[in-house]
């Protein structure tokens, strides 16, 4: 089991910055792929960002490539979202997610459906 905890969301005006912050404990963080989601209020929740075990691939929505990055220290356990030049579009509540441990391959996983833990979510709004 994976124990998730997000941190770092906020109210902010659009051109503004977030760090968003996953804290993981439980089972072995770093044979997890990590993912970010997104979720609007009426809507679905959407992958924003993706990073592989080790950290060495990522994946971005294209609506927030070259504005956010993702990372993750597994010496820590934990995982991160920096968000730059917010805009009014990024807001809503975001979800860190992991998969259970795996072996072999440096695979992004970008289905919500694959993922097996989530955590509670941290509101993030954006002014205009």
């Known amino acids: 089991q994976v124990q998730l905890v997000e941190s770092g969301g906020g109210m902010v005006q659009a051109g503004g910055s977030l760090r968003l912050s996953c804290a993981a404990s439980?089972?072995?963080?770093?044979?997890?792929?990590m993912g970010w989601f997104r979720q609007a209020p009426g809507e679905e929740r959407v992958l924003v960002a993706a990073?592989?075990?080790?950290?060495?691939?990522?994946h971005y929505a294209d609506s927030v490539e070259e504005r956010f990055t993702i990372s993750r220290d597994n010496a820590k356990n934990m995982g991160y979202l920096q968000m730059n030049n917010l805009k009014p579009d990024d807001t809503g509540v975001y979800y860190c997610?992991?998969?259970?441990?795996?072996?072999?391959?440096?695979?992004?996983?970008?289905?919500?459906?694959?993922?097996?833990?989530w955590g509670q979510g941290t509101r993030v709004t954006v002014s205009s």
């Open positions: 990073i592989s075990r080790s950290g060495d691939r990522t």
């Open positions: 997610a992991a998969t259970v441990p795996f072996e072999g391959g440096a695979a992004v996983v970008l289905r919500p459906g694959l993922y097996d833990y």
């Open positions: 439980g089972r072995t963080f770093s044979g997890s792929a």
